[in-house]
């Protein structure tokens, strides 16, 4: 598939493995070729009291300049923690647990909960085929009892 889009002099050109740039008007051409990878990030709280259910915790889809991007099929994306004893949850009550979370068509992102029953600090490792990985660190601390 391969695209040209031309706009005041500037033409772009597009194919969906690699893109390239042509830039005339005004004297020389630039060429600049991306193969770049998306990547999934992570964000939501770094802290959670142990044995409590966490705040919404979303996973991304980003471009390589770092912008949310919809997937153009479902993207099921592998959720992993470190440690012993912290579960994933597609519910804010923690009552459904889950390994994997999906982008659905269309759209940037996923959302999910995490529980931990002991006390640590842990990392949480979001992972989908032709993305690269994303992490964050989450604090759990001790609930007091």
Not at 120 to 135: E, K, N, P, Q, R
Request: net charge positive; hydrophobic share 30%.
């Amino acid at each position: 598939m391969f695209a040209t889009l031309a706009v005041a002099g500037l033409f772009i050109a597009c194919s969906k493995k690699s893109s390239s740039s042509t830039s005339s008007g005004g004297g020389g051409a630039e060429s600049i070729s991306s193969n770049a990878t998306p990547r999934l990030a992570l964000s939501g709280t770094s802290s959670v009291t142990s044995g409590s259910c966490s705040t919404v915790l979303t996973v991304t889809s980003q471009n390589s300049a770092g912008a949310t991007t919809a997937v153009t099929t479902n993207t099921t994306v592998n959720l992993v923690s470190t440690g012993v004893g912290g579960y994933f949850y597609s519910n804010n009550s923690c009552s459904s647990q889950v390994t994997q979370v999906t982008i659905s068509s269309g759209s940037g992102t996923a959302a999910f909960y995490y529980k931990k029953v002991t006390a640590d600090s842990v990392t949480i490792t979001v992972s989908a085929t032709g993305f690269t990985s994303g992490t964050a660190s989450i604090t759990v601390a001790s609930n007091g009892s």
